[in-house]
C-alpha cells in the first residue's frame, strides 16, 4: 500500500472529508511521526506496533571494487516492530498450501 493508496482508501471510507483533508491528514500524522523519531522519541501505536530508533555501531567495511578498507561511521535507523495483534492478524490471512503426500 502507497500513501496515496491509503488517503484514497481513507477519502472512500469517511465520505466528509475532502481528498485534500485526507492527504492534509495522512501527511501531517506521518510527519509527526519522523519528527519524533529524529527526536530520539520512540512510537507505541497498540495493536499495531512500535517505531524506534537502533544505533548501528561504526565499523570497518571494504571497497568490493578495490578490496581497500573503508571505515563505516555510525549510523542511527529506524526500527518497526509489529505488536501482538498485527502479528496474529496477518498469520491468520496467510493462505493455507496443501502439502503433497508424502510417499
Known sequence: MTRSDLVARLAERFSQLTQRDTEFAVKTILDAMSDALARGHRIEIRGFGSFSINRRPPRVGRNPRSGEKVTIPEKLVPHFK???????????????IDEPPSA
Open 82 to 96: 509489529p505488536g501482538k495483534a498485527l502479528r496474529e492478524s496477518v498469520d491468520d490471512r496467510l493462505p493455507v
